[in-house]
């Protein structure tokens, strides 16, 4: 949950959200499909569980 959003390099348009440690707040961001990290999740719900 701390790690930075990150889109990755393929260009899909998946829909996802992050945790934003700033913030503190799970935000929507599309995945572009490939590598990126831990912090991404598939619901904003499975988001504010994990973190």
């Known amino acids: ?3 930075p959003k990150v889109i990755g ?3 899909a348009s998946i ?3 992050f ?3 700033t913030t503190g707040v799970c935000t929507p961001f599309n995945y572009g499909g490939c590598r990126g ?3 991404r ?3 904003e ?3 504010q569980l994990a973190c």
């Open 1 to 3: 949950c701390l790690q």
């Open 9 to 11: 390099p393929c260009r």
């Open 15 to 17: 829909p996802r959200f």
């Open 19 to 21: 945790f934003d440690a």
């Open 37 to 39: 990290n831990d912090n």
């Open 41 to 43: 999740f598939i619901s």
């Open 45 to 47: 719900k499975a988001c």
